[in-house]
């Protein structure tokens, strides 16, 4: 039976931590890994638009000694003509070892892997889940931390829609210690199914729309991006998307070892100022990235170096 994962709540902590020892093991010694996949292929199936998920996914494949194909827009696919997700997945199944899929749809990715003999993995679908970007901000936290309980976390901007924080919070509120703050508008507040393991687990967590009140707080500020493609009136979006933006100016209020992460794209909740500050450590987490889905790759293939 394939392993598939299409939640962060597919993998249990200490296998998480396995991943992050293994992801860490790549960066020192990559030479290690460049034959793990060989013959191997990676589908990374795009129904969405990407830049580092999907790059980076073939990258990590590349680097293993392995192979890509597939497609990275609905419109190049079957789906075009009509086909189906589960039609599509049996079809790919023959060609690949391992499936990376982005879906508009919620849900999408769990319908794959209903219909697949081989891993897929879920690499963000609609405003739902997101988890190897989980896995890429806990890579990040580790490396730039030294630990991934006891501090305080804020998230930032389109917490409704952003899919990066949902598996985010889902992940981290299973290390002890942690202190969430969720900064947003009211109307792109964190869906309420989100709040259900804070609730149950007691973990703390405080609602605020005031970015520079809590500023000074923080040990993790996690910027997102208002999703303007999940909006269904341009006005709203319009309205919202300048909620945040963090400047040099509020960067003096936070602690000189506050962490900013960003999944990126950015638009303009970032100021570029910020770019050089030490504490920006968004392009780092997108190298991260790479090595994150290496160790996972090589945990879904069940092979090693
Ligand atoms: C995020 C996504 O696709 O959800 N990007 C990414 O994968 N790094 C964040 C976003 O698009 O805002």
């Known amino acids: 039976m394939a392993r598939h994962i299409t939640a962060i709540t597919d993998l249990t902590t200490g296998e998480i931590d396995e ?38 996914f073939e990258a990590a494949m590349i680097e293993l000694g392995g192979h890509v194909l597939g497609f990275s827009e609905a419109a190049s696919s079957s789906a075009a003509k009509g086909e189906s997700v589960a039609d599509t997945v049996r079809t790919v199944c023959c060609y690949a070892d391992i499936i990376a899929m982005r879906h508009p749809k919620e849900g999408a990715p769990t319908v794959a892997s209903l219909h697949a003999t081989v891993p897929v993995i879920n690499a963000g679908d609609g405003g739902h889940n997101h988890p190897t970007q989980t896995l890429t901000d806990l890579l990040t936290i580790q490396m730039e931390k030294g ?18 924080v949902h598996s985010l919070i889902t992940a981290m509120c299973r290390y002890p210690g942690v202190n969430f703050v969720l900064i947003s508008p009211e109307e792109l507040k964190v869906p309420s199914y989100v709040k259900i393991p804070l609730k149950k687990d007691s973990v703390p967590y405080t609602q605020t729309t005031s970015l520079t009140e809590v500023l000074p707080d923080l040990d993790i500020l996690y910027m997102t991006r208002v999703q303007r493609e999940r909006f269904f009136n341009e006005d709203d979006y319009i309205r919202l998307k300048d909620s945040y933006i963090l400047t040099p100016e509020k960067m003096e209020l936070a602690k000189k070892d506050l962490s900013v992460l960003h999944p990126l794209p950015r638009v303009n909740e970032i100021s570029v100022a910020i770019d050089q500050d030490p504490r920006a450590c968004y392009f780092r987490q997108a190298l991260y990235g790479k090595f994150i889905r290496m160790a996972l790759i090589l945990k879904l293939l069940e092979v090693d170096a």
């Open 19 to 56: 991943l992050i020892t293994k992801a860490r093991d790549i960066i020192n010694h990559p030479d290690r890994y460049q034959d793990a996949c060989r013959r191997k292929k990676l589908a990374t199936l795009f129904y969405e638009p990407s830049t580092r998920t999907r790059l980076s």
């Open 147 to 164: 630990r991934l309980g006891n501090m305080t976390v804020g998230l930032c901007g389109d917490l409704k829609f952003g899919r990066t």
